[in-house]
Nanobody, 129 residues
Framework: QVMLVESGGGLVQPGGSLRLSCTAS????????VGWFRQAPGNQREGISC????????YHDDSVKDRFTVSRDESGNTVYLQMNNLQPEDTAIYYC??????????????????????WGQGTQVTVSS
């Protein structure tokens, strides 16, 4: 399995923004689809976004699609989750994940944990005044 590392979490006030990053050690994310998940206390881990490689497009859950965007750096090896207009209900641990094989997100399965093989340890996002 690939080791993924998320960073960029923290405490932000409602209405604020954060940008999370996802990188991989000894593996290139450039040719892999990368998903983003989050898990709030007492809740199951839920898939919220996925970005394909090769400019293949992205998917977002309805809960975030008007506020969150995903992108990559020029090398394609760092994947970002830009989160705007954050609200208290966005408070959660955020994870990135990849199945290591697919270049493109699956339109039906991108929010399913079982579709992904490798995960990061997560980064905490807390939205509070």
């Amino acid at each position: 399995q690939v080791m993924l590392v998320e960073s960029g979490g923290g405490l932000v006030q409602p209405g604020g923004s954060l940008r999370l990053s996802c990188t991989a050690s000894e593996f290139s994310l450039r040719t892999s689809a990368v998903g983003w998940f989050r898990q709030a206390p007492g809740n199951q881990r839920e898939g919220i976004s996925c970005t394909s490689s090769n400019r293949g497009g992205s998917y977002h859950d309805d809960s975030v699609k008007d506020r969150f965007t995903v992108s990559r750096d020029e090398s394609g090896n760092t994947v970002y989750l830009q989160m705007n207009n954050l609200q208290p209900e966005d408070t959660a641990i955020y994870y990135c994940a990849t199945d290591e094989k697919s270049a493109y997100c699956h339109s039906e399965y991108y929010r399913q944990r079982w579709w992904y093989r490798s995960w990061g340890q997560g980064t905490q996002v807390t939205v509070s005044s």
